[in-house]
């Protein structure tokens, strides 16, 4: 469950950093409250009620719609500065999808009705929010054409980077909190053929396994296979 964060300094210097209060033409510092969610908590869950427009600002989440044959796909990765409540901001309270982070995240969320009540006059808040939605819609785009075009090995090896936030100055070892049901699920696949790729990376000296833990041997070749794929 979030936990509000209390300490004003923190807030503060979050809206600094993202230069928060240029999006609005009125100072709307008194609504906004800092949020702290915890690995693997949702900051929404599709369908469900929000509350409040939501402005990731540290942490990362993965973002998945449910399917009607009651499957998950994964449809993108949010990192900081990303809008969370845009789109329930236009068409109702309802989250349009489910939004879980993968490490601890911090958040500015300002109450949805809000929003509504006093920025929905807000011109400049309104074209901001217009340019946002239509950078998500492209980045959306593109992330439904990887998950039609992409080979599974290339939309894997993103998920790996993007998933445990791996680069040269960190660990090369990773544990998946999902199972591996799940994780065909979100890429789009089948069971077996997540195995058969994890095995050929495996087989390829990409990554090693051992147990439930794995540890990346080849750190270009994975990189060069998720290319900048989930945005």
């Not at 993968?102 to 009705?113: P, V």
């Not at 980045?139 to 791996?166: D, G, V």
Request: charged share 25%.
């Amino acid at each position: 469950m979030a936990i509000r964060i209390i300490e004003n300094n923190i807030l503060d210097e979050y809206v600094k950093r993202y230069k928060l209060k240029d999006m609005f033409s009125i100072d709307i510092s008194e609504y906004m409250y800092l949020y702290r969610f915890n690995k693997n908590e949702y900051i929404c869950v599709e369908n469900d009620k929000l509350d409040n427009m939501f402005f990731l600002v540290d942490g990362k989440a993965k973002v998945y719609k449910n399917l009607e044959n009651g499957k998950s796909l994964l449809v993108s990765f949010y990192n900081p500065f990303t809008i969370i409540g845009d789109v329930e901001f236009v068409n109702g309270n309802l989250a349009d999808c489910s939004v879980q982070v993968i490490k601890e995240t911090y958040c500015i969320g300002i109450n949805l009705n809000l929003v509504r009540n006093i920025l929905m006059k807000d011109c400049k808040f309104l074209l901001n929010i217009c340019a946002y939605l239509g950078e998500k819609l492209s980045n959306s785009s593109n992330n439904n054409s990887i998950n039609l075009l992409y080979p599974l090995e290339n939309r894997l090896a993103s998920f790996i980077l993007a998933s445990f936030n791996i680069n040269d100055n960190k660990s090369m070892k990773f544990t998946f909190e999902e199972s591996y049901h799940e994780i065909s699920e979100l890429l789009g696949t089948s069971y077996r053929h997540l195995n058969r790729t994890l095995n050929k990376f495996c087989a390829d000296e990409i990554i090693q396994k051992n147990g439930k833990e794995y540890t990346i041997l080849n750190y270009d070749k994975i990189v060069y296979l998720a290319g900048d794929l989930y945005k």
